[in-house]
């Protein structure tokens, strides 16, 4: 039964960030992880299966983001910068474009004068019922499926507002070596420092009162402090009691888990597919499609997988198929290999490739299946009209002794992303703090 200053439920970016900036404060800390590693939804595949490491999770920095660029920079860990070459395949034909969405200007001039904020599918149900309109409706639902992993029936049309008039057009960038890096290094740090990160502890049972906490573990561990920070996914949070991973506060929390409950959490799979050859790049490929891939870097299709990505301007053999909302959820039962089978057929759809000859060419796949996996339930936040209050509630302290911290806890432009964890657990780390 170790004491330590405060226990962090969770080992990923939101959770490791409060436990560094905690540790170099002076404090103590124990981590806490139910997996049997670190990183949570960051999980860099670096071994003898693909040729390089592979993000199975979070794999991009969305534009110049402060936290954690100065983060990688403090780290010595270099990035690189990512221009994306967009392209569609629609009616059996390639574009190169940024346009998605038919009647954008339109659309957004209608969510810039709503006045009362609604789920977005009410709001195209108001200003765009009409039959003329159905083709752009079909491309908003794609769009924010794909791009938010968000359900239209739920998702604010102001939180969608804000996001489509701040588009960032920053440079993007990926990190030299992958994620976990960072990961590794904010764990070090805390270990460095005398501190404990224990995997494979998962937590069930959470009793607390005024500073102080007891931490049980399903492997009958212990462990005592005078504060507990709890940085779990939000879709296990969202999960019914007694299910895998689950918790159970004593005295209950029924205030915070119902804030929990309205904010969205989207769904996700993610399959990363290493072929013996770049063929989009194939001058054969090139005349018989018309169009040539050769600097492509995301493709968005009407297949059952919608989008792929390659790792452009890098020269690579790989494909990451991404599947977003509602239709990720709809397969998460499905084996990874109907899912591989899916990818296949839809890039043979596209590319003309036969489904047998594009497995023949195969040297490597994997499939992230984010939904399906328990310590996760999921891919990332979105909000409802509800959240905006929601978060405003979690984001204080109950009774100075229960803290939450996780990306669905960010207020600012970069929502869902590493930016967003890093940024809530260094924020919750320094409440605790001031105190």
Known sequence: ??????????????????????????????????????????????????????????????????????????????????????WQHKGGSFKQSNAFIDGWDALLKALNELQHDVP???????????????????????????????????????????????EDEDAQHRIKGGYSSMINYLAAKCRDAGNEILINNVVNNVQWHNNTVTVSTTNGSIYHAAKVIVAMPLGVLQASEGGEGTILFDPPVQEQLHAINNIGFGAVIKILLEFDAIFWKSDAVAKQLGANLATMGF??????????????????????????????????DASPEEILQQALTSLSNVFKIAPNSLKQKLV????????????????????TVASLQARKLLQQPVEDTLYFAGEYLYDGPAMGTVEAALTSGRSVAKKILKL
Request: glycine share 8%; charged share 15%.
């Open 299 to 332: 493709l968005f299709t009407d297949e059952v997988i919608p989008t792929f990505w390659t790792q452009a301007p890098a020269h690579s053999p790989l494909l990451t198929g991404w599947l977003g909302g509602p239709p990720a959820h709809q397969v998460e």
């Open 120 to 166: 977005l599918q009410d709001f195209l149900n108001e200003h765009f019922a009409g039959s003329e309109y159905a083709k752009m409706r079909a491309q908003v639902e794609n769009y924010v499926a794909g791009y938010d992993t968000a359900d239209i029936n739920d998702v604010s049309a102001f939180a969608l507002r804000n996001e489509w008039n701040h």
């Open 1 to 86: 039964m170790k004491q330590t200053d405060v226990i962090i439920i969770g080992a990923g970016a939101a959770g490791l960030m409060a436990a560094y900036t905690l540790v170099n404060a002076g404090k103590t800390v124990t981590v806490l992880e139910a997996r049997n590693r670190l990183g949570g939804r960051i999980f860099t595949l670096d071994n003898n299966v693909f040729t390089q490491p592979t993000e199975l999770g979070a794999e991009f920095v969305h534009g110049n983001l402060p936290v954690t660029l100065c983060l990688l920079e403090e780290a010595g860990i270099a990035t690189t910068s990512v221009d994306f070459e967009m």
């Open 364 to 383: 490597a796949w994997h499939l992230a299946n984010w939904t399906a996996e328990p310590y996760t339930r999921g891919s990332y936040t979105y909000d």
